[in-house]
T-cell receptor, first 116, second 113 residues
């Protein structure tokens, strides 16, 4: 079955420190992978996506993620966190192919807290 | 930049009442979705809609739920007889197709009392 696991429910980092949010997926084919961010009371904003090609993808706000097929992972990274990065982060796999509808399957989310 | 819009932003209703949540997807998109997020939980897929019909629905999307694209621009989710457990944030999303990005609206927060 298709699924996404984000092992860390809550992460706290100091402002200026580096960040890595983990995401593991289970999908039968080459996945379409996404990271979305949700600020309190807001909708979902796309940070970055992977469809094919270069396994290191760059996104908005200085985020990047690396697709590792051997580890079924798509971890999100940022070299230096800003206080405004405090939010909830969702990893998602997008279903595709002739029998699929493009729906997204989300992980449970990781809440990022940034200490001053 | 084009965006998905949703109305209302908040809705409070009594258990057993019908509610209609409205969405205006991005104009050249072909695939439309509803998701919900119960407070503190993950975002869950409800239904996808393509070519004027439901293409996939989850177990959550039972007979109490229906979707419609009445006029070529709006995309609605109707809950016929709301239950307490329907309280959630409901997100609409649209997708042009293929290797494209699914864009989400800001959500409608539904509270069933």
């Amino acid at each position: 079955a298709q699924s996404v696991t984000q092992p860390d429910i809550h992460i706290t980092v100091s402002e200026g420190a580096s960040l890595e949010l983990r995401c593991n997926y289970s999908y039968g084919a080459t996945p379409y992978l996404f990271w979305y961010v949700q600020s309190p009371g807001q909708g979902l904003q796309l940070l970055l996506k992977y469809f094919s090609g270069d396994t290191l993808v760059q996104g908005i706000k200085g985020f990047e993620a690396e697709f590792k097929r051997s580890q079924s992972s798509f971890n999100l990274r940022k070299p230096s966190v800003h206080w405004s990065d405090a939010a909830e982060y969702f990893c998602a796999v997008g279903t595709h192919g002739s029998s699929n509808t493009g729906k997204l399957i989300f992980g449970q989310g990781t809440t990022l807290q940034v200490k001053p | 930049e084009p965006e998905v819009t949703q109305t209302p932003s908040h809705q409070v209703t009594q258990m057993g009442q019908e509610v209609i949540l409205r969405c205006v997807p991005i104009s050249n998109h072909l695939y439309f979705y509803w998701y919900r997020q119960i407070l503190g939980q993950k975002v869950e897929f409800l239904v996808s809609f393509y070519n004027n019909e439901i293409s996939e629905k989850s177990e959550i999307f039972d007979d109490q739920f229906s979707v419609e694209r009445p006029d070529g621009s709006n995309f609605t989710l109707k809950i016929r007889s709301t239950k307490l457990e329907d309280s959630a944030m409901y997100f609409c999303a649209s997708l042009r197709g293929g290797q494209e990005t699914q864009y989400f609206g800001p959500g409608t927060r539904l509270l069933v009392l």
